[in-house]
């Protein structure tokens, strides 16, 4: 493998790197030599993760190369480097910076959002020549294989079963983990979750406190990121932050994550369904007292029980939960559906009218903690503690921190001042079994109150990882930008800053903003506009025309499910639907996370099943398909924004989070620090558009269409959101017919270009004859009238006989309609590359002058540009092909056609009805005098490309 030297630092990387991985390694570099933190954007396909891993490997290899030296040095007094300073060692080696022995190394901790992210970047340090020992962090729900555990339905049941049998020494996986964990098989190798699960039953040993062993002596560590961001959850997994290099791959989300980990909504329902539970065990355990006749303690007289609980503390613990229930029922809400906002030190007084405080906490947490252990395992209505664990997480949230170090847990501390307490009316269903005892309160009669306790600024979550010691923090993804804001909202320093470029060519990406549709109305998602029959309509026959263009598989993101599910009903009532089917099968991102990966798994069968023409995969921005998904190759040819994503502008929370980025940035010596409430409403939206074009180029050698379907996207500010990587090839386009002709353009070379330098088998290019092939034959042949999709039923897509005349339907009258008879054509260029070169050595060979006359007489009247609206082309034509019409430019000769075809038969020529090898077709576009006979071709040729505007 090339061996690399940057910052005096020698790097084994698997292949001679591009210069923008040089750059990427470097920028790393600086983060861990310099010990400061560092936001790196590199885009997806670009070898990100390889170039974290070899870096941070590479340099934790020299340190502790340096510290061997030192050592040496030190046991022989220097007498083998009286010539060779010890700085020599390269940067990192200064004398401050080297640990005393091995043990003191940096931990490197590599974070990113999924365990199946994790199990990508492991796949790829397994490429690497770098053998570290690695460990990867898991839940129970993933790891634990004892058979009890794992029937538990909820994950804090497995944990409190686990912990019982763990105390018990009662799961005998547990006890053999000490034994076998320093095997050879399992402490060397390279192991992912799945690994380790496989290697715990094996060996019938505990794959989760395997995991927790091997991480003491890990040299890099893999987990969800949320496990670091969540204090509770870094405490459960005895994660230790001091002096570590954490990485977080796939940042894009971790300012959500930041704001999710330390905020929660307290529903009625859990308050209640805490309540049922503490009744029925104190009914239990009273009865036990009366049978036993010797105390009211449970614990030591009554060892049957198992529960180690005085009768009055789970009295004590009911009475606070009835107090807090009272005390949210209290607050007065101004009517109707909305809510009340307080500051975020409110949330400290109402939870003292039930007796939780700084001080009493540790008891109550005790009193709960052992209570649902007590139920661990148990099965029955009033056995779900999940109101309880909920409850338990919520109290340690807010008293997570000491006041002394400034978080939330101080009334006046410093850390409440990044919090709104917001509590509005419960929109879920009311409960309709009320409890009846003596405890039951008036409030659970009526319409419950839902308590939120919202963190509004990510840097409070960053600001304690800094607290913890962490040596250097590095925040990577493919899509960041704008990276000054983001780094800004983190509220800590970054030094280090990176835009990469990507690695691909121009040829292999084309970027348009498309503001109009075919028929010429304005594309938008804005709020007044997005669900109006014009733009929709408008929407559907772009997505129609541009699904005719788009070879195999297209992605299309909507901004949210209501707009997409709104979309599709206009689309279905008004026959599109049906229309778009027959281009490419349309699959659907469902909302719940339970059948998309059986969606998903049919759209990846279709785009590669043997003759098909490829499928389109309708989904959301910020949805699972927008993050992170592969969508390589055929699977993403084409990727069409409909709408800039906002996030729903009365939405209490996003109206909080403007208000509160307005309130500290209009505080005096802060402007600087926070962005503004607005700045923040943009971004977001920015952002997802950002991630969702992220799934077109996924590696060096793919290449892919993205489509920008709003007007808005037109302006400078929103095209100035976008990648660096991006922004040099977006175009905007006053025309759609010019969409489609450079789209067919751009297919056009990048499957020539693409198919020489990086041929795949397992995808064949359209300019391969069996990719031709396999596009242009469907596994189940519709019928003509059915592949005929869009313009049959669209009058927008029609266009009229160039003898009749112009009627008062302005829209019927932009398009000319044609015939559907089966017409054949004996030999025709298979695939749009094949036809695009057939059409050229036409236009250059003996034969390209036509007889003018003839041509003219034949060819289909072209309307002048006045006649489509805002200038705008119609496209007509089948399920095979489509024709762009425009205006005859000044110099043309008579009747030449400019006619594209870049459907799945690919681009093909314009032949006369009646000709020689012409009865396997239907006629694309007829003239009022196509009855007549013709012996020659009309040539066609791609329309050279034009200067956007």
């Known amino acids: 493998m090339p061996k690399i030297t940057l910052s005096g630092v020698t790097v084994d990387f698997p292949f001679q790197p591009y210069r923008c991985q040089e750059e990427y390694m470097s920028k790393v570099l600086e983060c861990l030599q310099k010990k400061v933190n560092g936001v790196l954007e590199s885009p997806t396909g670009t070898g990100k993760t390889l170039c974290l891993l070899c870096t ?16 040496i040095a030190e046991r022989v007094r220097g007498e083998l480097f009286l010539d060779r300073p010890l700085s020599s060692w390269g940067n990192v080696a200064s004398e401050g910076d080297v640990p005393a022995c091995h043990a003191d190394l940096p931990k490197i901790i590599y974070a990113s959002r999924t365990h199946s992210q994790l199990t ?18 898991g839940s129970r729900e993933q790891l634990c294989i004892h058979p009890e555990v794992k029937k538990q339905e909820s994950n804090h049941m497995q944990v409190h079963l686990c912990r019982k049998k763990v105390a018990s020494r009662s799961c005998h996986f547990y006890n053999n983990v000490e034994e076998k964990s320093l095997e050879q098989e399992l402490a060397t190798p390279i192991l992912d979750i799945e690994d380790l699960v496989r290697s715990g039953n094996k060996h019938k040993l505990c794959p989760y406190y395997l995991a927790r062993n091997l991480k003491q002596q890990a040299d890099i560590i893999f987990m969800p990121y949320n496990y670091l961001l969540d204090a509770k959850s870094r405490r459960a997994h005895g994660i230790d932050l001091k002096g570590t290099v954490v990485i977080f791959d796939e940042a894009h989300n971790v300012e959500k994550m930041c704001e999710e980990a330390a905020s929660f909504d307290l529903t009625p329902h859990d308050v209640a369904s805490g309540l049922d539970v503490i009744s029925q065990v104190l009914e239990e355990q009273t009865k036990a007292a009366q049978q036993a006749g010797l105390q009211l303690g449970v614990g030591e007289g009554s060892p049957s029980t198992g529960l180690n609980l005085e009768l009055e503390d789970l009295a004590k613990l009911k009475m606070i939960l009835l107090r807090l229930e009272g005390a949210i029922d209290a607050v007065e809400l101004p009517g109707g559906d909305s809510g009340v906002t307080k500051p975020g030190s409110y949330i400290f007084e109402l939870f003292a009218e039930a007796q939780i405080t700084c001080q009493t906490k540790g008891c109550i947490l005790d009193s709960l903690d052992q209570l649902i252990q007590h139920l661990a ?34 009334a006046t501390g410093p850390g409440s001042q990044y919090y709104k307490v917001h509590i509005h009316p419960d ?70 800053f990176l835009e990469n470029p990507h690695v691909i060519d ?38 129609g025309n541009i699904a005719r263009v788009v070879p195999h598989g297209l992605l299309v993101f909507f901004p949210s499910y209501p707009v997409m599910e709104k979309s599709l009903e206009f689309w279905q009532a008004r026959d599109f639907t049906r229309k778009l089917e027959a281009l490419k099968p349309l699959f659907v991102e469902p909302r719940s996370k339970g059948g998309f990966s059986e969606v998903m798994a049919a759209y990846y069968a279709r785009v590669a099943a043997p003759g098909s023409s490829g499928a389109a995969f309708l989904a959301v921005c910020r949805g699972k398909a927008s993050e992170g998904l592969d969508f390589a190759d055929a699977n993403g040819r084409g990727v069409m ?46 952002r997802a558009v950002n991630q969702a074009i992220g799934r077109v180029i996924r590696h060096r050698h793919d290449y892919g269409a993205v489509f920008l379907c709003d007007h808005r996207f037109a302006y400078p500010d929103a095209r100035a959101q976008l990648p660096s990587w991006v922004r040099p090839h977006v175009k905007v386009y006053d025309s759609f017919g010019h969409v489609v002709r450079d789209v067919a353009q751009f297919f056009r070379v990048a499957q020539k270009t693409m198919s020489l330098l990086a041929p795949r088998a397992a995808v064949p290019g359209l300019g391969t004859e069996e990719g031709s092939a396999a596009v242009a034959m469907s596994p189940s042949p519709l019928p003509t009238r059915k592949a005929m999709s869009l313009d049959v039923h669209v009058p927008s897509l029609r266009q ?6 112009v009627t008062a339907d302005a829209e019927g009258s932009l398009c000319v309609e044609y015939e559907q008879e089966a017409v054949r054509a004996q030999c025709r260029p298979r695939g749009l590359l094949a036809a695009l ?3 050229e050595q036409l236009a250059e060979g003996p034969g390209d002058k036509a007889i003018p006359g003839e041509e003219e007489a034949h060819c289909p009247t072209l309307l002048a540009p006045r006649e489509w609206p805002g200038g705008a082309g119609s496209l007509c034509g089948d399920g095979q092909g489509q024709a762009v019409h425009g205006s005859r430019e000044a110099g043309a000769e008579p009747g030449q056609l400019r006619c594209l075809h870049p459907g799945p038969a690919g681009l093909q020529e314009l032949r006369r009805p009646g000709s020689p090898g012409d009865s396997t077709r239907p006629p694309l576009c007829r003239g009022p005098q196509e009855a007549q006979p013709a012996p020659r071709l009309l040539s066609v040729r791609a329309a050279p490309p034009q200067a956007a505007v």
């Open 800 to 805: 009229r006989h160039s003898g009749s005349p």
């Open 56 to 71: 941070t490997l590479a340099w934790r290899e020299h340190l502790r190369d340096a510290v061997s030296a030192r050592r």
């Open 641 to 686: 924004v409909t709408g800039l994503p906002y996030p729903p502008r009365l939405d209490p929370r996003v109206v909080l989070k403007m208000q509160f980025l307005d309130e500290m940035r209009g505080q005096g010596g802060a402007a600087g620090q926070f962005l503004s409430g607005h700045d923040w409403y943009r971004q977001q939206a920015s």
């Open 427 to 496: 929109a879920g269903p009311r409960r309709t079994a009320q409890r009846s005892d003596a405890w039951n309160t008036t409030a659970a009669r009526k319409q419950g109150k839902v308590l939120s306790y919202w963190c509004f600024s990510p840097g409070h979550s960053m600001r304690e990882l800094v607290r913890q010691g962490v040596r250097t923090l590095i925040l990577t993804s493919g899509t960041l930008a704008p990276v000054s804001s983001f780094a800004l909202e983190m509220q800590i320093p970054f030094p280090v």
């Open 506 to 543: 121009k040829h292999q990406i084309w970027v348009g903003v498309i503001p109009r549709g075919p028929d010429g109305a304005q594309l938008s998602s804005a709020f007044d506009k997005r669900f109006s029959d014009e733009c929709l309509s408008s929407l559907g026959k772009a997505l």
């Open 120 to 137: 990508q970047v492991i796949s790829e340090l397994r490429n690497t020549s770098y053998r570290p020992r690695v460990c990867v962090l």
């Open 837 to 839: 070169e057939h059409s």
């Open 377 to 410: 395992g148990r099965t029955g209505l009033f056995t779900n503690t999940a109101g309880l664990q909920k409850l338990a997480d919520i109290i340690q949230s807010v008293f997570s921190a000491d006041p002394a170090e400034g978080g939330p847990g101080s």
